[in-house]
């Protein structure tokens, strides 16, 4: 019989300041007893602490616990206040003794018998998409329905509105009285939502209601009797600054004469889920009236540089906090500015590196905080490259590359259909385990064995292998593994009442890896080996389990939702979810936060990075087409004139966005790091400006350039270079040590040039003839190696671009053969734009017009040679040999002129474009017209992207044959040659073997 033992992870240590070194205001503030408090003080001022102090010192007295309520704002916090509470006492408690507002609205409302399901935002705004067009709107609104910022500001104004406690009529009344004809618009809406609010659920039970966040709170408000008054003789509240308003009426309804409450206005960082910091005198007025208040104007948590710049930053608040005293210590802040946000990146992982091996910070120590999570990635990166443990909370579910293949798998397995793109994809994820060259290799060789038979190209044939298992090659396990997985998807998703949780288990539990382990078990495997690739594999396994319980909370509030709906949200969505899994000792790995999620925490070292204009501060008004940001002011201010208010709503984002920095900075303990990239279009902001003044005091702005970062991989180029210039023999001992241990790229066996050549014989023998096209010289001449890679191997399939190309060729051969008029062959085009691109949405959309625009051209051009030159033939095709050349070329259009001579025309539907001298000399038309024989009268090229501006036509005159025959055989000799040469030149950018090409930075893992 097994035998399971369970065991709870230790609890997790927040740090609070000890209770010895408490200041007079402190232990006056726990003393205090029987009329409402209020503490204010400013960050590290131990407001937290003296609540923690407060609780416990009544329940030692005798208290019974349950009547003490401590509320918060956020789960975590809850948590860590009541494991902060518990281990200081051992009574017993039976309910959670510290809850957030909500959490304590959810249970008011349990114990009046009602039956809420609280929708999370992305959830909520799930909903709303879903109901959107069910109402009338105005025309100009129509379009922007279905997106996402739409869809988030109505969300928004919703809640801000619940908030203060309008309904659906007050936001129509005051649309009208205020002109906001948004409002009315949205209040319709708003009561075909409401309707839809009770899920009548037969086979569960009672109905139920969904509710949003601040419809919870202003039900538990209005429900709150004299029981809940009773229960609670004791009620301290944390973080008041971020609390709404329906908080605040819930608090006014059971607050006891015994209230504690810790506030700091210049704090708050939840403005932008209703927040209300201008509102707080108002709010607190009532208890000051027959309470007292208590300042905290001690700082436990730093002192020295980072102290004094926080009080710098304090100084530009509307109305400035009160000054702080502070700890007699050292610490330091930084600032500086970047060329580029991949410099700042390595920059920021140096001083990690450097804080955790010379100051011996552990790297939970350390945090990385920006103003939003998209800002994050790159320093993300080179943390990873840097071997830094990082942890994942900032990154949103859909932007996790090790969750995105489950998405795109499931949706696909939904619509039993897979894009081209969609195919590659799965391909190259975990799933499938190539990477492009071994992409590559199964599209070459798809096509060697199927594309004769079935006229299918690679893209096609490899999305037929993982939907219908059909075309398979040897070595093509990779495509085998993913049709199994596809099927089973599939089958998964034809069954009756499924939920996207049953289609995501039979994912998950069926997927392997490349080695044939399932990636369940490999995940594990990796976390539990740790390390940064463990924190890695921890962060997606956390990824993961959110991604259930995502998936069943959507199962269980929209039962009878498409299922493919949960997959759209999950992909629109871009709100980093909550973390929802059970916390432990925080494991060691560094966090990137943003100001929300850094709050109530501390770190020796904190840096603030990304403080760029436009991002920090953001001074866009929030909600500024749907105006919920002006909500909240007309709320506040029902009578100010328009223009008055829009000043008004200004000055509070502005306010927001540097308590946000406030927020941010002061949480470092020892040092405080702020970064900004400096460039022409990217400018540091005006905060960044206060810290590098500060920092730097009198010195002119310059950029910092790391010239010696502290990794593994740079460490070891550094020694190759003493070695290589200096001959040192410390560097040659150290590089051995580093070799013996297995750090890559210090063992001379790998380096680029140690291994001889495998041969020098030429590509092709010297008595065979080589085949050639006339793009191929042109190519050839441009860059020798991207020719010499391109055609043997390292091209990509059918870009959508390239199929949009192709297509176009087609139509215009039919305008002349079919002699179909535009629009027939518009309509055509339309019809059958499906086969191009399967893909619906606005890609495909644009893509589609992109081709019209390309038709249109065509057709203008046509009319435009009328009575010059008569169209001759299509798609012709020449075959002619010079010395060991074997031309074959097929001629796009042949036209013939008035003098029975002939012209050809050559179509580019791509986005570059010649100079008219370039086409003078171009390989390509010259050897169209070489091919045409002695007849040629000129060529040219047509320019058929509306992209392009200027003339749609470059020409090239009548050529000298010999010239031309002497350049295709001088060509030839190289092609079949034993060295190709990279050339750079303007096209580099769009390189497809640009990894593979040693004159690029991109290519440096051939030598690295
Ligand atoms: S990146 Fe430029 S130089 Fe290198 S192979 Fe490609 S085209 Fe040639």
């Not at 209601?209 to 538990?220: F, G, H, I, K, P």
């Amino acid at each position: 019989m097994p035998r399971y033992e369970l065991k709870r992870r230790p609890i997790p240590q927040a740090k609070y300041q000890s209770t010895s070194q408490l200041s007079k205001s402190q232990e006056d503030a726990i003393k205090h007893r029987n009329k409402p408090l209020i503490i204010f003080g400013g960050p590290g001022s131990g407001k937290t602490t003296v609540l923690i102090a407060a609780a416990v010192s009544r329940i030692n007295e005798g208290q019974d616990p349950n009547s003490i309520l401590v509320l918060t704002f956020g789960r975590e916090r809850a948590s860590e206040l009541r494991d902060a509470i518990a281990l200081q006492t051992s009574q017993t408690m039976l309910e959670p003794l510290a809850r957030t507002f909500h959490a304590l609205a959810y249970s008011i409302l349990k114990a009046e018998g009602k039956n809420p399901l609280l929708l999370s935002g992305p959830e909520q705004e799930s909903w709303i998409r879903q109901l959107v067009e069910g109402v009338e709107w105005p025309t100009e609104l129509k379009p922007a329905l279905q997106t996402r910022g739409f869809i988030r500001e109505l969300r928004d104004l919703i809640l801000r509105a619940t908030e203060r406690g309008w309904s659906a009529d007050d936001l129509e009344k005051n649309g009208k009285q205020y002109k906001e004809e948004f409002w009315v618009a949205a209040s319709k809406f708003w009561k075909s939502y409401i309707g839809t609010l009770i899920l009548n659920d037969s086979d569960h039970g009672e109905p139920k209601e969904r509710l949003d966040s601040a419809q919870l709170v202003w039900r538990a408000a209005q429900v709150t009797g004299t029981g809940f008054k009773k229960q609670f003789k004791t009620i301290l509240v944390d973080e008041f600054q971020e609390s709404d308003k329906a908080q605040r009426a819930l608090l006014q309804n059971l607050a006891t004469n015994d209230l504690l409450i810790a506030v700091d206005a210049q704090s708050t960082v939840g403005r932008f889920r209703g927040a209300d910091p201008d509102g707080l005198d108002q709010a607190l007025a009532p208890y000051l009236q027959n309470g007292t208040a208590i300042y905290l104007d001690q700082n436990f948590r730093t002192g020295g540089q980072t102290h004094l710049f926080l009080q710098k930053v304090a100084g530009e608040f509307r109305k400035a906090p009160r000054t702080q005293s502070a700890l007699q210590k050292d610490s330091q802040v930084i600032a500086e500015r970047f060329v580029d946000g991949a410099n700042e990146a390595a920059f920021i992982a140096d001083k990690l590196q450097r804080a955790h091996l010379e100051a011996g910070f552990k790297w939970s120590e350390m945090a990385v905080i920006f103003r939003s999570p998209a800002q994050s990635s790159a320093v993300r990166h080179a943390l990873v490259r840097s071997n830094i443990p990082v942890a994942g909370e900032l990154q949103v579910l859909s932007e996790n590359s090790s969750i995105a293949p489950f998405l795109l798998l499931a949706e696909a397995a939904i619509k039993g259909d897979l894009s081209l793109e969609t195919a590659e994809q799965l391909l190259l994820s975990e799933f499938g385990g190539a990477d492009a060259i071994s992409l590559r290799r199964i599209r070459r060789e798809l096509v060697n064995k199927y594309s004769a038979t079935t006229g299918k190209p690679g893209s096609e044939l490899i999305r037929k292998a993982i939907t219908d298992g059909e075309y398979q090659i040897a070595g093509g396990d990779s495509l085998l593994r993913l049709h199994e997985l596809f099927e089973i998807a599939e089958r998964v998703a034809k069954k009756k009442n499924i939920q996207p949780e049953d289609l995501l288990w039979a994912i998950w539990s069926n997927a392997k890896t490349i080695d044939n382990e399932l990636i369940s078990d490999a995940w594990r495997n990796r976390a539990l080996r740790g390390g940064a690739r463990g924190a890695n594999a921890d962060r997606d396994l956390d990824a993961m389990l959110q991604l259930f319980e995502s998936a069943r909370r959507f199962g269980q509030r929209f039962r009878y939702a498409d299922l493919g709906e949960f997959f759209k949200d999950i992909r629109k969505s871009e709100i980093a979810g909550d973390v929802i899994t059970a916390k432990g000792e925080r494991p060691d790995v560094v966090e990137l936060l943003t100001p929300f999620t850094a709050k109530g925490r501390e770190w020796k070292l904190v840096v603030v990075a990304g403080v760029q204009e436009g991002i920090w501060p953001n001074l866009r008004i929030r909600g500024s087409l749907l105006g919920s940001e002006r909500l909240v002011e007309r709320d506040r201010h029902p009578d100010l004139a328009e223009v008055e208010l829009e000043q008004v709503a200004r000055a509070a984002v502005a306010e927001d966005e540097l308590r946000l920095f406030y927020a941010a900075t002061s949480r470092a303990i020892d040092t405080l790091v702020i970064t900004a990239v400096d460039r022409e279009e990217d400018q540091p902001s005006n905060f960044f400006d206060l810290a590098y003044e500060f920092a730097h005091q009198d010195i002119e702005p310059k950029h910092y350039v790391l010239t010696n970062q502290l990794s593994a991989a740079h460490v070891v180029s550094k020694l190759r270079r003493q070695l290589i210039n200096e001959n040192s023999k410390s560097a040659a001992a150290s590089l051995k040590a580093l070799a013996e241990a297995g750090i890559s790229g210090a063992d001379p066996a790998d380096w680029y040039g140690a291994k001889p050549a495998a041969s020098f014989a030429p590509a092709i023998p010297e008595d065979q003839s080589v085949n050639v096209s006339p793009s191929g010289v042109e190519k050839f001449d441009e860059c020798q190696l991207r020719w010499f890679l391109e055609t043997h191997g390292g091209q990509d399939g059918n870009t959508s671009a390239q199929l949009i190309g192709i297509v176009l060729h087609k139509f215009a051969e039919l305008a002349e053969v079919n002699k179909a008029d535009l629009e027939a062959q518009l309509q055509l085009l339309e019809a059958n734009w499906k086969l191009v691109d399967p893909d619906t949405g606005w890609m495909s959309r644009t893509s589609l017009s992109r081709a019209t625009k390309m038709l249109e051209r065509f057709y203008k051009y046509r009319a435009s040679i009328v009575g010059e030159r008569i169209f001759k033939e299509a798609e012709a095709k020449f075959e002619f040999e010079i010395g060991r050349a074997k031309v074959r070329c097929t001629i796009d259009r042949i036209e013939t002129t008035a003098d029975g001579l002939l012209y050809i025309v050559d179509l580019k539907t791509g986005k570059s474009k010649l100079t008219k001298a370039e086409a003078q000399t171009d390989a390509q038309m010259q050897i169209y017209q070489y091919a045409v024989g002695s007849d040629s009268a000129g060529a040219s090229l047509l320019y058929l992207n509306s992209e392009l501006k200027g003339n749609e036509v470059r020409e090239q005159g009548p050529i000298d044959r010999k010239f031309v025959a002497e350049r295709i055989e001088s060509t030839t000799v190289k092609m079949g040659g034993a060295e190709f040469i990279a050339i750079k030149n303007k096209n580099c950018q769009f390189c497809p073997v640009i990894t593979s090409c040693p004159i690029q930075i991109e290519g440096r893992g051939l030598y690295d």
